[in-house]
């Protein structure tokens, strides 16, 4: 009986599901299931993990629903590649956190003592609140699936009038394509200038980045920043998302990101776990709406000792090539930037040697360095493997090239950044 459930809990959807609510705790909460039984919507209940499952059926899903409660840190950046592949799908994603016990009134249904905390939005809603979330969901995706009622086709004569129109209008959007056009470049330029122009290479180091936008402006941002004679600064942080919200906010973590404090004549430099917890709390304080969060790995090198000292927030691991070694990820947990205010970050410091290199990336990257295998784990692309050798300018002109000349479909196609460092 046990396995038959199983099996069922596991088929793929067969017909449109109105919410989709992922979840550890193994059930929905008997308040949104009553709202949701009450508005007459269908609804599923899934575990996070089981998400790759249904990957291929979300043509079928008019929102989701994910209860954050005890998740598990191994789990943060699955559940940004979750958000993301949603959003890529037209799908809005609605994040339940810790439960907030409060009197809450509602006007639709009966009072009730419990509401949820939505991660990125605001401190708390209501049972009403959350219906209003879950119906302007629906809306959208229900129109922009071509789900809604089309009209019946008009008679030869409205049909001429109606090209006509059509014709004027599309002229006109012409035209507002190529102003859109205009403006998004010139945002993409000024998006460049937040980035370095010079890196600070030196006689212990040497630096190389690419920054490849998927569109005129990118959900990426990168910086190397020399903190002192001793200590260089480097990361790459990914927005999840793309387009204009994205790239507004790389700005904001540009800015918030701070690396060393002055007091006085004095500075404290930030280890990287404080950089990540203090980014992170100004993220979550800005409560921003769209559901926009972020990901990123932060590096310290001290160039008197060579130590690397590193710590990331929901980011692709960043990547140690050692001469005459296999490349190696350097593994260390760190939840998605914007959700959690309270997160707490930890930090790895390893002994650089002569030769090392160091890369950090986005996930838009991570497709031409290797893939993960859920059996086997990572494994690197024979493509890496054949430039991975080569100094760290050489091998970031091949990454580049390499990128810049992969056919891919447009749905597939992401921001690329990276950012090499090569010890001599």
Partial sequence: ???????????????????????????????????????????????????????????????????????????????????????????????????????????????????????????????????????????????????????????????????????EQLSMTGALVDNLSEQLRLAGLVQQDFLPTKLPNCNESHWAAVFLPAEWVSGDIYDVVRIDEQHIGFYVADVVGHGMPAALLT?????????????????????????????????????????????????LLNLKTLQLTYARAGHPYPILIRPHNEPQQ??????????????????????????????????GAEPFIGEFDDQTGFHFSENFYKIKDLPVTEMMDKFNTLVQNQELEPSDVDDVTAVGLEIL
């Fill in 251 to 299: 700005i904001f973590l540009k800015q918030a990101l701070i690396m060393r404090e002055t007091v006085e004549n004095n500075y404290h430099i930030f280890s990287p776990a404080e950089v990540m917890k203090n980014l992170n709390v100004r993220m979550a304080a800005q409560k921003l709406s769209g559901y926009q969060f972020a990901t990123c790995c932060y590096c």
């Fill in 1 to 167: 009986m046990a396995k038959t459930e199983l099996l069922s809990a596991l088929e793929l959807p067969k017909r449109f599901t109105d919410v989709l609510f992922l979840t550890n705790r193994g059930s929905i909460p008997a308040e949104v299931k009553r709202l949701l039984k009450q508005k007459k919507l269908s609804f599923s209940t899934r575990p996070i993990d089981d998400f790759s499952h249904i990957r291929d059926r979300l043509d079928l899903v008019g929102t989701v629903v994910i209860d954050t409660e005890g998740l598990e840190a191994s789990q943060q950046m699955s559940l940004s590649r979750i958000i993301e592949s949603l959003e890529m799908n037209n799908i809005g994603v609605i994040l339940l956190s810790d439960r907030v016990k409060l009197p809450v009134k509602s006007f639709s249904l009966a009072p009730s003592k419990s509401s949820f905390s939505v991660g990125g939005t605001m401190d708390s809603v209501s049972i009403d609140d959350l219906w209003v979330r879950v119906s302007v969901n629906l809306a959208y995706r229900k129109k922009s699936s071509g789900l809604a009622v089309k009209p019946a086709i008009p008679p030869k004569q409205v049909q001429r009038i109606y090209n006509n129109r059509l014709a």
């Fill in 330 to 363: 350097l593994e260390i947990r760190g939840a998605l930037l914007g959700i959690f205010g309270q997160t707490e970050y930890t930090q790895q410091t390893l002994q650089l040697e002569a030769g090392d290199k160091i890369m950090l990336y986005s996930d």
